[in-house]
Every structure is written in C-alpha cells, then in structure tokens.
C-alpha cells in the first residue's frame, strides 16, 4: 500500500532550531552569576525560561510526540556542546595563547554539572509537555493561561530542584541550596506568567497558519517510545 505523506508544518522547523538556540546559550550564558535587584542566578535564567514558553507552544500546537521529538534534538545538542568544551578544555593550549586558565574555569563544565542540566532538563521538559496535553484534554481546549502556567510551574520545579540539587549538594550550604531555588524559580515562573499574552499570541497565530491544533487523546507518553 502507498505511504500516506505526513502533514507538512511550515514553523516546526523554525521553532525547533530557536529552542536548540535558546537551550546552548543559556547553558554557556549558565557559567555567569548575575545579581539583579535581591536575586542572585546564573546568567542562564535570563533566557532558559523561553525553552519552557517554546515547549508550551510545541506541544499546545502539534502534540506532545511532535514536541518530544525537538525535545531530544536539544538533549542531544546539549550534550554534545558539553562534551566538545570538556574535550577542547583539556587539550593543551597552544604556546602562545594566555587564556588556558580562564577558558577553563568560564566553560570546563564538570562532569557533574552536565550530568545535573541533562538531567534536570530532560525531567523538567517532559513533565512541562506532559502536563500540558493532560490538561488540554481534560479542559477540552479552554482556559490556555491554565494549562500554560501550571504545567510550567510543575516543569521549572522539577528542573531547578534536580539541578541546584544534583550540581552543588555538597558544595554550598543547605540554606544557600534553598535560597537559590527559591530566587530561580520565582524568577523562571514569573517569566512565564510575564510571558503569557504573547505566548497566546504565538499559539493562535500557529494555529490559524498551519491549520492544526493537536490534542493528544490517543497519544504514547513514553518519552522513550519511537
């Protein structure tokens, strides 16, 4: 029998290569620690809060197998940008460049620091995805600021705990751990709450555009099913 041909989506594409973007800049913009106002976060927090907006997007629009699919193209991405950094930071330095050192402490990420953001990203994607096609289903399509926000809510918790947790438990103090957290995911979930006019926006441009608005009644959740 003939194949049928897949609907064609002509922003997947795009969506997808700005999420990869949004992910590696702030896992290297991650090596910095701002102050803004009485928060203290590492640079990262700036932009990484848009991965969350793009994967409400995703998943709101085409469904959760659809987004699971970009959300593997960013784990793959970040991992191989970690291990090529790890790699090039431990290859010995040409005779005359200076900068050895600090090439190392700004982006020879540890080996527990990877592990921590794959990690955390990987559980805090998935479950943002998951959630927000569960409540789709159960609103039957209405009140999109509450399948937005509170998917992001449980999806930014569970990242920033595994992260902060699984990164610096040991290395900084229990309250120090806790303070952290705390100033992250204000600022991550405020981000996305700021975020949510334009975020319906996108949506119902997608929509209207590429004439599809998918609701997973019948989908596999299994992250790792092909």
């Not at 997007?57 to 699971?68: D, S």
């Not at 330095?93 to 592990?115: C, H, M, S």
């Not at 990203?121 to 926000?149: D, P, V």
């Amino acid at each position: 029998m003939p194949k049928i041909a897949s609907k064609q989506y002509y922003y997947f594409d795009i969506i997808m290569a700005l999420f990869v973007a949004v992910l590696l800049i702030s896992n290297i913009a991650s090596t910095k620690i701002v102050q803004l106002w009485q928060f203290s976060f590492d640079g990262g927090t700036l932009l990484f809060p848009l991965s969350y907006i793009f994967g409400d997007i995703l998943t709101e629009v085409y469904g959760y197998k659809k987004a699971k699919k970009v959300f593997w193209v960013g784990f793959f991405s970040a991992g191989l940008m970690a291990v090529t950094l790890m790699v090039v930071t431990a290859l010995p330095a040409a005779g005359d460049w200076p900068y050895q050192e600090a090439f190392k402490n700004i982006l020879g990420l540890t080996p527990r620091i990877v592990l921590a953001s794959l990690i955390a990203y990987f559980a805090g994607e998935f479950s943002n995805s998951y959630i927000l096609a569960k409540l789709k289903i159960k609103t039957a399509g209405r009140h999109l600021w509450l399948r937005t926000i509170g998917s992001t809510l449980v999806g930014e918790g569970i990242d920033t705990i595994l992260f902060i947790f699984i990164a610096f438990w040991g290395i900084l103090s229990t309250e120090l751990l806790i303070a952290v957290f705390v100033s992250n995911y204000i600022f991550k979930t405020a981000v996305e709450i700021i975020f949510t006019p334009i975020t319906y926006k996108a949506i119902e441009f997608l929509k209207r555009k590429e004439d599809e608005d998918y609701y997973d009644r019948s989908t596999d959740f299994n992250p790792f099913a092909l």
